[in-house]
């Protein structure tokens, strides 16, 4: 397979354009067109059914800018950097661990010393020019801006790089918003924003993505999950970070300890059913668990999900344990709290060691400042005074010597309901413009130079074809009223009635459109149309009062176009 | 109405959030919580099936980031300013404009020399402190950014503020996807930044916004619209910025000359029946014609759906006639073709005028430049030569003088099969924002205390409320695939089985749900649920094995609860 063939296709026919061509593009941005823009949707909307509707995750939409303390508290501003150098004598810029990576196979977690290290022991110079380059140099991937006018030249804010923070800032309130039991999920579909150093990878290193994230929160020891026993049977492609690659049910590689966790291995597993379900191929699938110094600085834990296309294998979909990483950083910085409360199914008494002030002791020694001592005594912790002859207490800024006359330990019994805890968080998130990428690639199939994009009837930007068998008024007068009806109903569309039959058919075919419907002069006698099947050319007669129903189950793909011929 | 109590409302139930509330939250960003997402993405479904199934619009999704040279040829980069003062004791920053507003209805036209002179003349001074203010100074509302590293700091660009140009640098790739048939057109929904200098209005004026924009490319020249007919009944309230408001149809305004084309008519026409269909309280809208100097920089006429909410008169939607600003500016500036191509009928022959040089006489007299005059003669404009007695042709920056007897002007035939011409826009751009808090307070309903949401069943973010009478294992097990069944064929439900009965209607009626089913201990001998209508609060019987049909015709609106009691 080869990438010109499908992005030529894909230019052609309004699927993915090089955005703002007409001055030349920019590397790292593409639009969708109309073709590409539907069939994105669709992908998301299936995403959408199996978090949303299935799994009862809550959809939230934030904002994309946010102000700088949000991305201070996640790490980005600290941690999301690559390392650039640049040729110091035509300019040109590259990514320092890319220039590296023939010497070095883990080049993206060398140190800035590392990397000048090698790039000087190889001599590696300028891909454009030979010029000698720069040492490295820290570069954030976060967009900057300033947010609102002034003086002070307004406040400083950021593109988000992921959708994932939306939803950890907001985590109080949607804790409220289930009311708050635990376990919850909440997804979040939109664009992020990576201002590369200088991407080369087209379609598949982008400075603007179209992400779709769920965040899972958890009680932090708990790796259970109550739909695991649904998917243990999964059969998953494994690279572990430690050891073979394995083809293993999700049960046995949670029993081997290769997946750490019942709730992770759930949503690898998961992750395998929707991309196969939106058309990666099954073959071309595999999840590689992410070495230890290649993690985002969030992770713990983290496995991909890489699918084979004509770029290699490319990263679709990322697994990771984030653990409290996140929720920590906002209550630390924030000062709210962002903690999980767990009532216990009974309140349990603890016995808890107590300061307890004798006053008629210590109000006639200390008397005015008696009051100070006693309180500052009381919030003491019992195990400092325990033993001691006597104690300084500060209060105001002066020292007090007590001695332990004034007062004594004692244990007390103490009623708790439950705990609190910061929640642990499992994400899954999906790269929807590589997804798209690889469906696209995966679907293409070319035989004898005839194009055909076997993509799933629920992903097909256009799901049928309408087409008078001619342009005679006759035809027309038929075809348009059931293409009205088709499109009242939802049902995305194509009317096309210039050319020769065969040339529409192939127009569909090379755009994925499933089935195409054609009012030939039959029609006008026995009010049936032929519905034509793009991959195995199968026609059957239909009723046009009967259209809107077979349609609905061929769409659905319950039933075969086959199994209604007559 | 309360804008208060709607917002908190919307707070407290998921609908709106203020952005990173937990770092004191920022001024023109909102979140829209799990209720919200799901309202808003509904409004935004319906608003495509009118444009993209309705009127057969593509819909594209290109970058939110474009270069500079983009912005620079749609004219942003130089018109899209408001002008700030500044506090000079402390640094509080305000619109100018808005400061001038009680001395100056319409001050958002005037310069900053007029509004200096205001400011001046009537004493204004920073709201807070009362210090003095500085004198305006333009801002530009693009929210600046650096693509890219490197030396030379990156490439420029701007995050969009209005999705409308990424339709327009598209629009060769966008005719082609039409097969060059005109006219067409194409829409965004998505994200749009304005850097407002100091937003006071809450969820009205954002700096993020969500916005759903049509482009319509049509003939310069020609105001028809071929479905014009289906809407010209349409009444409008219409507030021309000449003479009275008035009550009155579409044709007969278009008759009268208050609405100056079809085309602009029959989309404020479609406006209005799209935000009343979403829920806008039709006795609560206008539609109202910019002032001359009110308009934006690209538009020669715009006419505003203005709603009346507790904000006051508010902006929902412009329909606006761009002209050919945009596409000529992108010609002007990318120096690509953006024309479209009309075909006539048949091939036309036009007389021309024509330079016929004579060899023989030119070529003896300048030897060696002959080729050269030649060339330049022939490209001169005949009219310019008509009638003189010699002309001066400058080749190579050299002047030679040629008499009249070197060339003849003749009359030739020439055939014009077409003609290209850069197409005029119409633009419907839609505030998805502002529309959703208006649907939001228009149906918003307290009687006693209690509140109920009467939105419309396509709209209300959740669908159905799913129950057990009682937290009982043999009602939940009734209850439970009733919801998972209904979740599965895409319908949001809520399942809820804590508290009253009561009090799960009540959470249900706040946030709009319009039915709610509950299972009951006679469910366990007929079978049978309990539908229960929000607004009437009647209540049917249906049939388990019934519901999936009764709910498919309820919440399209088909058939009323009270039809179906028993």
């Given at each position: 397979m080869d990438s010109d063939k499908v992005l030529t296709l894909a230019k052609r026919r309004g699927f993915l354009w090089p955005s703002s061509e007409i001055y030349g593009g920019i590397a790292g941005f593409y639009d969708y067109g109309p073709l590409g823009s539907t069939m994105k949707r669709n992908i998301e909307d299936i995403w959408r059914r199996y978090y949303v509707l299935g799994e009862g995750f809550a959809e939230i939409s934030s904002t994309m800018i946010s102000p700088e303390e949000v991305f201070v508290a996640s790490g980005h501003v600290k941690e999301f950097l690559d390392f650039l150098v640049e040729c110091t004598k035509c300019g040109e810029v590259f990514r320092a661990d890319h220039m590296v990576r023939d010497f070095e196979p883990n080049a993206d977690a060398?140190?800035?010393?590392?990397?000048?290290?090698?790039?000087?022991?190889?001599?590696?110079?300028?891909?454009?020019?030979?010029?000698?380059?720069?040492?490295?140099?820290?570069?954030?991937?976060?967009?900057?801006?300033?947010?609102?006018?002034?003086?002070?030249?307004?406040?400083?804010?950021?593109?988000?790089?992921?959708?994932?923070?939306?939803?950890?800032?907001?985590?109080?309130?949607?804790?409220?918003?289930?009311?708050?039991?635990?376990?919850?999920?909440?997804?979040?579909?939109?664009?992020?924003?990576?201002?590369?150093?200088?991407?080369?990878?087209?379609?598949?290193?982008?400075?603007?993505?179209?992400?779709?994230?769920?965040?899972?929160?958890?009680k932090s020891e708990d790796d259970s999950w109550p739909k695991y026993q649904e998917l243990s049977g999964e059969k998953l492609t494994l690279v572990p970070n430690e050891g073979e690659m394995v083809s293993i049910s999700l049960g046995e590689a949670v029993e081997k300890g290769i997946i750490k966790k019942q709730v992770l291995g759930?949503?690898?597993?998961?992750?395998?059913?929707?991309?196969?379900?939106?058309?990666?191929?099954?073959?071309?699938?595999?999840?590689?668990?992410?070495?230890?110094?290649?993690?985002?600085?969030?992770?713990?834990?983290?496995?991909?999900?890489?699918?084979?296309?004509?770029?290699?294998?490319?990263?679709?979909?990322?697994?990771?344990?984030?653990?409290?990483?996140?929720?920590?950083?906002?209550?630390?910085?924030?000062?709210?709290?962002?903690?999980?409360?767990?009532?216990?199914?009974?309140?349990?008494?603890?016995?808890?060691?107590?300061?307890?002030?004798?006053?008629?002791?210590?109000?006639?020694?200390?008397?005015?400042?008696?009051?100070?001592?006693?309180?500052?005594?009381?919030?003491?912790?019992?195990?400092?005074?325990?033993?001691?002859?006597?104690?300084?207490?500060?209060?105001?800024?002066?020292?007090?010597?007590?001695?332990?006359?004034?007062?004594?330990?004692?244990?007390v019994k103490e009623k708790i309901s439950g705990e609190r805890y910061v929640p642990n968080v499992i994400e899954p998130s999906y790269g929807i413009d590589r997804i798209f990428y690889t469906v696209l690639e995966h679907a293409y199939h070319e035989e004898d130079d005839y194009v055909?994009?076997?993509?799933?009837?629920?992903?097909?930007?256009?799901?049928?074809?309408?087409?008078?068998?001619?342009?005679?008024?006759?035809?027309?007068?038929?075809?348009?009223?059931?293409?009205?009806?088709?499109?009242s109903k939802g049902i995305m569309t194509y009317y096309d009635e210039s050319g020769s039959i065969g040339r529409r058919y192939a127009r569909m075919d090379e755009v994925g459109t499933p089935f195409c419907i054609t009012v030939d002069y039959d029609t006008l006698k026995d009010d049936g149309v032929t519905i034509r099947d793009r991959d195995t050319k199968e026609q059957a007669r239909v009723k046009i009062t009967e259209i809107l129903e077979v349609l609905g189950r061929l769409l659905e793909g319950k039933v075969a176009l086959v199994d209604l011929a007559i």
């Amino acid at each position: 397979m080869d990438s010109d063939k499908v992005l030529t296709l894909a230019k052609r026919r309004g699927f993915l354009w090089p955005s703002s061509e007409i001055y030349g593009g920019i590397a790292g941005f593409y639009d969708y067109g109309p073709l590409g823009s539907t069939m994105k949707r669709n992908i998301e909307d299936i995403w959408r059914r199996y978090y949303v509707l299935g799994e009862g995750f809550a959809e939230i939409s934030s904002t994309m800018i946010s102000p700088e303390e949000v991305f201070v508290a996640s790490g980005h501003v600290k941690e999301f950097l690559d390392f650039l150098v640049e040729c110091t004598k035509c300019g040109e810029v590259f990514r320092a661990d890319h220039m590296v990576r023939d010497f070095e196979p883990n080049a993206d977690a060398l140190s800035a010393g590392e990397l000048a290290a090698i790039i000087d022991r190889e001599n590696v110079v300028c891909l454009r020019c030979k010029g000698t380059l720069s040492s490295p140099k820290p570069f954030n991937l976060m967009f900057e801006l300033g947010i609102g006018a002034g003086l002070k030249g307004g406040r400083k804010g950021y593109l988000r790089p992921e959708t994932a923070q939306g939803i950890f800032t907001n985590f109080g309130l949607l804790y409220r918003h289930f009311r708050e039991k635990m376990p919850f999920g909440v997804v979040q579909i939109g664009r992020g924003f990576r201002n590369e150093i200088s991407p080369r990878q087209g379609v598949i290193r982008l400075r603007e993505l179209n992400m779709a994230e769920a965040e899972l929160f958890i009680k932090s020891e708990d790796d259970s999950w109550p739909k695991y026993q649904e998917l243990s049977g999964e059969k998953l492609t494994l690279v572990p970070n430690e050891g073979e690659m394995v083809s293993i049910s999700l049960g046995e590689a949670v029993e081997k300890g290769i997946i750490k966790k019942q709730v992770l291995g759930y949503f690898v597993a998961l992750t395998q059913k929707f991309l196969v379900d939106v058309g990666v191929d099954p073959e071309k699938l595999r999840f590689r668990q992410h070495l230890k110094d290649e993690m985002a600085h969030y992770a713990a834990d983290c496995w991909d999900a890489e699918a084979k296309t004509s770029f290699g294998w490319v990263e679709l979909v990322g697994v990771a344990d984030r653990t409290c990483y996140d929720l920590q950083g906002h209550i630390d910085h924030s000062k709210q709290d962002l903690r999980a409360f767990e009532r216990y199914e009974e309140a349990t008494e603890v016995e808890k060691k107590k300061v307890i002030v004798k006053p008629e002791v210590l109000g006639p020694k200390f008397k005015k400042d008696a009051g100070k001592i006693k309180m500052a005594l009381e919030g003491m912790n019992p195990e400092d005074l325990a033993g001691k002859d006597s104690v300084t207490v500060n209060v105001d800024g002066k020292n007090f010597e007590v001695e332990k006359d004034c007062f004594v330990l004692d244990t007390v019994k103490e009623k708790i309901s439950g705990e609190r805890y910061v929640p642990n968080v499992i994400e899954p998130s999906y790269g929807i413009d590589r997804i798209f990428y690889t469906v696209l690639e995966h679907a293409y199939h070319e035989e004898d130079d005839y194009v055909t994009l076997r993509l799933d009837s629920r992903i097909a930007p256009i799901s049928v074809g309408v087409f008078p068998l001619m342009a005679k008024s006759e035809l027309i007068d038929k075809a348009k009223p059931i293409d009205d009806k088709l499109r009242s109903k939802g049902i995305m569309t194509y009317y096309d009635e210039s050319g020769s039959i065969g040339r529409r058919y192939a127009r569909m075919d090379e755009v994925g459109t499933p089935f195409c419907i054609t009012v030939d002069y039959d029609t006008l006698k026995d009010d049936g149309v032929t519905i034509r099947d793009r991959d195995t050319k199968e026609q059957a007669r239909v009723k046009i009062t009967e259209i809107l129903e077979v349609l609905g189950r061929l769409l659905e793909g319950k039933v075969a176009l086959v199994d209604l011929a007559i």
